[in-house]
Structure formats: C-alpha cells, structure tokens
C-alpha cells in the first residue's frame, strides 16, 4: 500500500480517536450519569396553581400534618379555601383546619404546615407512615386539586412542619416576642 492512501486513513483514525477521547473527557468523573438521584418524596401537581412535594408527616399521637408548596400561577390573589384528605379507597379522614383562608399572592411560593396558623390541615387520626392519601385542595377562584400523597415518618428533615396549631401560635408569638426585643434593645 503506497504511503498516499494510509496518509488519508490515518488522519480519519486520529479525528476519530480525538472526537472520542475529547467527548469522553467534557463529562469529568462528575456526570449525572455517576450521580445516584434521588427524586423527592412528596407528589406534585401544575396548573393555574402548583402544589409542589405534597405530603403529610406522621405525627406521635396518630395524626399527620399536611405539608405542601403553593405556588399561584394566576395574575390575581387566590385562597386556599379547604383541604379534604381520603384513603386511596375513598374513605375519607378527618381534616381539622384553620378558621381563616390561606391567601396565595400572584407569583409567591406559599409553605403550608409550617409557622403560619392559616395553612395548618391535620388530619386527626388514622394516617399512620406508609399510607398514601387523595388530598383535595380547594381554591377561592381555580378548580381544586387532587394528588395522590404519602404519609411520611417525622424525622429531622420535616423538623419545620408543626405537628398542631397550637405549636404555630406558639412559634408566632416567640418570633413576636424576639423582635419586640430586637427593636427595644431589650433582647441583648
């Protein structure tokens, strides 16, 4: 074989080797491919409003704590109106919630189950860990929601979900209370 045709397939073996090698390196040892994920816990559901990581954590004495994600994707203010929780077999639990509606402003991410005493849905009993529940979730002016949610062990990760309404009015008042001090002087 003379040298002018191993000329021409050499150079098409060394851009071949090269493309690979150079692809090969762009991914690093890093690449989401290596990277185990872990996807959250919770079920979401996008519309005129997102309810995002949808979840209840089991409370000590039987009873579990809706916490969820609000996020209004519409241009005027809405409520969160109710929240009805079922077995996935349609038996439906008991919710005690809030006197108050939860207001959702236009394009703000809204936590329910923690510190606000209006977005505090427990349901009274019968929501062990392990259990996946139909929440329903009622709106002033969009169509309601539904996702099928797992009840999940209280551990340190949910530590901000308030396990009664009591326990937000408390936390309410100690963040009145220290930034009464703050402001006085009185807390240093």
Do not use: H, W
Request: glycine share 8%.
């Amino acid at each position: 074989m003379s040298s002018a045709r191993r000329r021409p397939l050499a150079v098409a073996s060394v851009a071949v080797v090269t493309a690979l090698v150079l692809g090969g390196c762009g991914t690093s040892f890093s690449a989401q491919t290596n990277q185990q994920y872990q996807p959250g816990v919770g079920a979401n559901a996008r519309g005129d409003i997102d309810a995002m990581n949808t979840l209840l954590v089991a409370n000590p004495d039987g009873s579990a704590t809706l916490s969820t994600a609000l996020q209004n994707n519409l241009k005027k203010d809405q409520t969160l109106s109710s929240v009805t929780v079922t077995t996935l077999d349609d038996q439906e639990l008991e919710v005690t919630g809030p006197d108050e509606q939860l207001p959702l402003k236009p394009g703000y991410l809204t936590q329910v189950g923690t510190s606000d005493p209006a977005g505090i849905f427990i349901v009274d009993k019968d929501a062990p860990a392990g259990l996946y529940v139909k929440v329903t979730l009622t709106f002033s002016d969009s169509s309601p929601i539904t996702v099928e949610a797992p009840v999940v062990d209280r551990t340190s990760e949910y530590a901000d979900v308030v396990q009664s309404p009591s326990e937000a009015a408390t936390s309410d008042e100690d963040a009145a209370s220290r930034t009464e001090d703050t402001t006085t002087g009185d807390g240093q």
